[in-house]
């Protein structure tokens, strides 16, 4: 599977392709890089997503990330909130079905954060939790460069 590797404001960053389709974006430098257009132009986005979230709309590219289909139903009510803003694990759960713990593990288990963005959802009271390599520290500053507001 292609990978490819970007420096980014909150660490390395690696995008993984399969068969035409984003799989993956995971903290750290990838061992193999590896150039294809999808690539090239996911990392092209990111790049200009970190430095303006609100100009760069939603992420073009196709996504494919692998899970149960009740963790892909969680990841495109994901997609759908806009940058910006923020809903937490109780209305999410309320939108698509399920509990605010289901939704809470569906969420942690988000194969392409920043892209499917999981970092938009929070707890009733606080942020909640992040997977990110800086944990909930990523969590907030994504939240800060969006300058994300709760809208549920």
Same mark, same amino acid.
């Given at each position: 599977? %292609?990978?490819? @590797?970007?420096?980014?404001?909150l660490?390395?960053?690696?995008?993984?392709e399969?068969e035409g +389709?984003i $799989?993956?974006?995971d903290?750290?430098?990838?061992r193999?890089?590896?150039?294809t257009?999808?690539?090239?132009?996911a990392r092209d986005?990111?790049d200009?997503?970190?430095?303006? %979230?609100?100009? @760069?709309g939603?992420?073009p590219?196709?996504l494919?990330?692998?899970?149960?289909p009740?963790? +892909?139903? $969680?990841?495109?009510?994901l997609?759908?909130?806009p940058?910006g803003?923020?809903?937490?694990y109780?209305?999410?759960?309320?939108?698509?079905?399920g509990?605010?713990?289901?939704?809470g593990?569906?969420?942690?288990r988000?194969?392409?954060p920043i892209?499917i963005?999981?970092?938009r959802?929070?707890?009733?009271r606080?942020?909640?939790?992040?997977?990110?390599?800086?944990?909930i520290?990523?969590?907030?500053?994504?939240?800060?460069?969006?300058e994300?507001?709760?809208?549920?």
């Amino acid at each position: 599977m %292609p990978q490819l @590797s970007l420096h980014s404001p909150l660490g390395p960053l690696t995008l993984t392709e399969e068969e035409g +389709k984003i $799989i993956s974006l995971d903290w750290g430098w990838g061992r193999d890089q590896t150039e294809t257009p999808l690539l090239c132009e996911a990392r092209d986005w990111l790049d200009k997503w970190f430095d303006d %979230p609100k100009a @760069s709309g939603a992420f073009p590219f196709p996504l494919e990330p692998f899970g149960t289909p009740y963790q +892909k139903k $969680i990841w495109a009510a994901l997609c759908a909130i806009p940058v910006g803003s923020v809903t937490t694990y109780q209305a999410l759960a309320q939108q698509v079905g399920g509990s605010p713990r289901s939704v809470g593990q569906a969420v942690g288990r988000n194969p392409i954060p920043i892209l499917i963005p999981c970092h938009r959802v929070v707890a009733q009271r606080g942020l909640g939790g992040y997977s990110g390599d800086g944990g909930i520290e990523d969590k907030q500053w994504l939240l800060n460069l969006e300058e994300a507001r709760l809208t549920a």
